[in-house]
């Protein structure tokens, strides 16, 4: 059975830092493209970075470039995301998401796991 659970969430002003982390059980993560995605109250699942299987490219959604990083450590089956200079409009709740193959995918509907997801609230 695939799982996938978010942690690292939380309360923060603008300007701080946080860490997600995605740990992944029950598949092999390597054979996997991963992705990070939000979703803030009456929005649309919104992408914000996807990784290649093996690290080497990363791909972001233009209002998080240069603030955010996507990795992964296959050998311990997690994914992060290094949030920083966090914005109020980055609060959402943030879900990572496995999608079979290793390229970039940035279609929410080419993911086939998904983890519950974890709650990022940033005050202004």
């Known amino acids: 059975q695939v799982q996938l659970v978010e942690s690292g969430g939380g309360l923060t002003q603008g300007g701080g830092s946080l860490r997600l982390s995605c740990a992944a059980s029950?598949?092999?993560?390597?054979?996997?493209?991963m992705g990070w995605f939000r979703q803030a109250p009456g929005e649309e699942r919104e992408f914000v970075a996807t990784?290649?299987?093996?690290?080497?490219?990363?791909h972001y959604v233009d209002s998080v470039k240069g603030r955010f990083t996507i990795s992964r450590d296959n050998a311990k089956s997690t994914v992060y995301l290094q949030m920083n200079d966090l914005k109020p409009e980055d609060t959402a709740v943030y879900s990572c998401a496995a999608a079979i193959g290793g390229d970039l995918r940035v279609d929410r509907y080419q993911y086939i796991y998904w983890g519950p997801g974890t709650q990022v609230t940033v005050s202004s």
């Open positions: 990784i290649n299987w093996n690290g080497a490219r990363t």
């Open positions: 029950g598949l092999t993560l390597g054979d996997y493209t």
